[in-house]
């Protein structure tokens, strides 16, 4: 094992120790914050705050946490700040669609594996959609995709709602009530780009 894998991983195991020492945020308390924050917290996110219009180690702020307390002070500190979302230490990771490049590689994907997966946690940011997946046991799948217009993000921080990124454009989730699922495992095949299967299909993203 690697010397980043091994500082890596004791970080991710002594977060999720004290994150299970924590007790429960009042919910009264949580009425308080942003919607979209509250996704975050009830999705025990590890977030932290960004004080520019993208994430740069210069931009990022204090360490992250889901702390409905940090968050709070965070809040009070760095009016009107942005977020982001630590993806290793929160056990997700993010599908980055190029919506109108991919339009082949996800009729494929529904043919393999279904409908399902497409109702998991999303949001758009810029040109790009985003929809997040739990992040799969490192013995099982490699977190890399070869289909065309789709690319994964599973290392660092990404910028995540409530967030303002360029030109004051607001990120936001597309459903705040929505899970955040399994991937369809054949996102992580290869398939021959000619034998992608088109099909005719309306996407949401």
Same mark, same amino acid.
């Given at each position: ?8 991983? =004791? ?15 009042d919910p009264a308390h949580l009425l308080s914050f942003?919607?979209? =924050? ?32 940090? !968050?709070?002070s965070w809040i009070a500190k760095y009016k009107d ?15 980055? !669609? ?7 590689? !996800? ?15 999303? +949001? ?7 929809? =997040? +997946? ?17 690319? !994964? ?27 955040? =699922? ?24």
């Amino acid at each position: 094992m690697d010397p980043y894998t091994f500082v890596r991983n =004791l970080a991710a195991n002594r977060r999720a120790e004290q994150a299970g020492a924590l007790r429960a945020p009042d919910p009264a308390h949580l009425l308080s914050f942003h919607p979209d =924050l509250r996704v975050a917290i009830r999705h025990r996110f590890f977030i932290q705050p960004v004080l520019a219009e993208q994430v740069s180690r210069y931009s990022l702020a204090g360490v992250p946490d889901f702390d409905p307390a940090v !968050i709070a002070s965070w809040i009070a500190k760095y009016k009107d700040c942005n977020f982001a979302l630590a993806l290793e230490e929160s056990g997700v990771f993010a599908l980055r !669609i190029e919506p109108y490049q991919c339009l082949d590689a !996800i009729a494929w994907l529904l043919h393999r594996d279904g409908r399902d997966w497409q109702h998991t946690l999303q +949001f758009k940011s810029g040109n790009h959609h985003y929809a =997040l +997946f739990v992040r799969p046991a490192p013995e099982t799948h490699s977190l890399t995709t070869s289909l065309p217009g789709l690319a !994964i993000v599973s290392r660092g921080t990404l910028l995540i709602p409530p967030s303002v990124g360029r030109y004051d454009v607001a990120i936001r989730y597309e459903a705040r009530d929505a899970s955040i =699922l399994e991937a369809p495992p054949s996102l992580f095949s290869s398939p021959i780009a000619a034998n992608l299967d088109t099909a005719d299909l309306s996407l949401d993203w």
